[in-house]
């Protein structure tokens, strides 16, 4: 059974760094592309980092510079670096794992979430 398991949340002053962690299991990062998604009270799921299986990386405006996304292969983890938070970015993170089945779908695995606070 695929599994995805984020931790690292909390609570952080503005400024303020945090590393978030997806402990994956049943899944290979050779096959699926691995990202990071927060969701925001009352918004839409966004996209915040993505690292495809031939280790190239997406990350929208708002978190460049910012945020990193990388993978331990050897421990199935991918993290999610935080930097220079700020209070736009709280959020409920989610890690995703995602492959394409067809042109026309996606196959999406999704974590249960890890709530980031950033807050003076």
């Known amino acids: 059974q695929v599994q995805l398991v984020e931790s690292g949340g909390g609570l952080v002053q503005p400024g303020g760094s945090l590393r978030l962690s997806c402990a994956a299991s049943?899944?290979?990062?050779?096959?699926?592309?691995m990202g990071w998604y927060r969701q925001a009270p009352g918004k839409q799921r966004e996209l915040v980092a993505a690292m495809t299986r031939s280790g190239s990386t997406i990350y929208p405006d708002s978190v460049k510079g910012r945020f990193t996304i990388s993978t331990d292969n050897a421990k199935n983890t991918v993290y999610l670096q935080m930097s220079s938070l700020k209070p736009e970015d709280t959020a409920v993170y989610y890690c995703?794992?995602?492959?394409?089945?067809?042109?026309?779908?996606?196959?999406?695995?999704w974590g249960q979430g890890t709530q980031v606070t950033v807050s003076s």
């Open positions: 049943g899944i290979g990062f050779n096959i699926f592309t």
């Open positions: 995703n794992a995602n492959r394409v089945i067809t042109a026309a779908g996606r196959l999406d695995y």
